[in-house]
């Protein structure tokens, strides 16, 4: 299976100045554990996480002050579409994060996370169990 079948295709994009509280509205009304930051002025893309926020309020900072572009991943690792699931779960376990951005020429299509992964595994895992058994 490939990225392109598992990935969801809801992506909430925000801009570097957008407030930590501001991004989890944004993610929690579109049922989405990522946003992708795109900063105009250096035309680069980032993504901003559930735990990036978490960790920020965990150490007491202001969710209405501290900026998306003060917490957002800005070494990205980036899928394709055509990338199978084992690439991307490989480039997460190698990274140590859930979440992987996914581009078609350079555009973000996008996301795909763990739990997509663990989704599209599951049922084909109980599939291949019930004809064994």
């Not at 598992?6 to 991004?23: D, E, F, K, N, Y």
């Not at 055509?82 to 779960?89: N, S």
């Amino acid at each position: 299976m490939l990225v392109r079948d598992a990935m969801s295709t809801v992506v909430l994009t925000i801009g570097p100045a957008h407030t930590l509280r501001q991004a989890a509205r944004l993610m929690a009304a579109r049922r989405v554990g990522a946003a992708v930051v795109l900063d105009p002025d250096t035309s680069g893309l980032g993504i901003l996480t559930e735990r990036d926020i978490l960790i920020s309020v965990g150490l007491g900072q202001d969710p209405d002050r501290e900026t998306a572009g003060s917490h957002t991943t800005t070494d990205v690792v980036f899928a394709a579409p055509g990338w199978t699931l084992e690439d991307a779960a490989d480039a997460m376990a190698h990274g140590g994060f859930r979440h992987l951005v996914v581009l078609d020429r350079n555009e973000p299509v996008g996301v795909v996370s763990v739990r997509d992964i663990i989704r599209c595994w599951a049922p084909s895992k109980r599939h291949s169990a019930a004809l064994a058994g």
